[in-house]
């Protein structure tokens, strides 16, 4: 069985559908801080199959203890934590409290039940400011501009030293990019709290009339259009990509730990995204370029081709169905 923490959320609910479309037993674990418990029975109406569930904080280490007792699990997905960029500069030691404590927790009680596959959720925030696009996975990575994305710095150096330390235990450290859409029934997606941060939460916000437009921070910088480069894939993409690591790590003795950017390794503009969802969706997005958002980069988009070499992965889905899925849940979500 594959414990997905943060099963309930955005990129672990849609990743619980792909393993389960493929024949694996998952029990998400959540402690719904951020997320519903109905997305259990949603993954079950998409697949068939509704997923075992155990309401728990991951950093609480009796409760994880007593899920490894009471399921066999054979590897770990870590997508729980904390991740508004924002807060996290307001309140770092809730950051780092959090999302640290968790792994470590994982990491203990794993060791014990002799678990030793690990898969973790990072982020191309790892990479930071000042430097060359694409972003391969040897580019240096720490020099983070906020908070959540120093955890995931962090972390990804605590699981790295515990794979040196252990040679029994497996990594796999997954920079996402930046991910956006929906599963096509539009029953899961990302569900924002409050005024949402990133780009695409507010595009579909706007069309549906939630928002009144949407801000463009900053024309002027060094891309062909002025805005900011990112590198947008679709999160069922990226669920595959959590399978793919996962079959890489039943591979024989592998060990050690092994870093995959996930992007398409194209870069695309907001000026670009904002054209590609009106054409999918029908309708016009009303915006005014603002001043740049402190922290934003220029430009930020994947080297894929080692995720594509050593996984035999790569994604597939067009920005246009990013878009359209995106207005769908958007859509549906609001039932
Ligand atoms: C952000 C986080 C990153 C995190 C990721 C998770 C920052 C600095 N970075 O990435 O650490 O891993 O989300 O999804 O917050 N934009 C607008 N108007 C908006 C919102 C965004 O113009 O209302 C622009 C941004 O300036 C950027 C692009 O859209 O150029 C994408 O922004 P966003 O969706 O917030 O993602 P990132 O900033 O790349």
Redesign the pocket.
């Known amino acids: 069985m594959i414990l997905l923490t943060g099963g309930t959320g955005y990129i672990g609910s849609h990743t619980a559908v792909e393993f389960i479309n493929e024949g694996y037993d998952v029990v998400l674990a959540d402690d719904l801080s951020n997320s519903e418990r109905r997305v259990v029975d949603r993954i079950g109406q998409i697949t068939g199959k509704v997923p075992a569930f155990e309401e728990l904080d991951v950093c609480d280490k009796a409760a994880l203890d007593r899920l490894f007792r009471k399921y066999h699990i054979d590897a770990v997905v870590h997508f729980a934590g904390y ?1 508004a ?2 807060e996290s500069v307001a309140e770092p030691v809730k950051y780092y409290r959090n999302n640290l404590d968790s792994t470590l927790a994982l990491l203990e009680v794993m060791k014990v039940h002799n678990c030793r596959k690990f898969i973790f959720s990072s ?3 790892v990479y930071g400011e000042n430097q060359d696009v694409p972003f391969t996975e040897d580019s240096p990575a720490g020099s983070c ?2 908070p ?2 120093r955890t995931k710095f962090f972390i990804e150096q605590i699981l790295s030293d515990c794979a040196k330390a252990d040679p029994e235990l497996s990594v796999v450290l997954l920079r ?1 990019f ?2 956006i859409g929906a599963h096509e029934s539009g029953l899961i997606g990302e569900k924002p709290n409050g005024v ?5 939460p ?1 595009i579909t916000q706007t069309a549906a009339g939630i928002r009144h437009h ?5 024309n002027d910088y060094d891309t062909p259009d002025g ?4 590198d947008y894939i679709h999160v069922v993409d990226l669920a595959q990509g959590h399978l793919a690591a996962y079959r890489y790590l039943c591979g024989a003795g592998k060990g050690g730990c092994h870093t995959f950017n996930l992007g398409t390794g194209k870069g695309s503009s ?1 000026l670009e ?1 904002i054209h590609a969802f009106e054409e999918a969706a029908g309708i016009a997005i009303p915006y005014e370029i603002t001043e ?2 402190p ?2 980069i220029a430009e ?1 988009y994947a080297d894929v081709s080692k995720a594509e070499k050593i996984l035999g992965w790569k994604a597939v889905h067009s920005l246009k169905e990013m878009c359209a899925s995106s207005w769908n849940w958007q859509q549906k979500s609001a039932e």
């Open positions: 991740k960029v924002g982020s191309a925030t501009t906020n959540y994305g996402y930046n991910p949402p941060n990133n780009l695409m507010y949407l801000s463009v921070f900053g805005t900011g480069v990112r907001v995204i740049r958002r922290g934003d930020c």
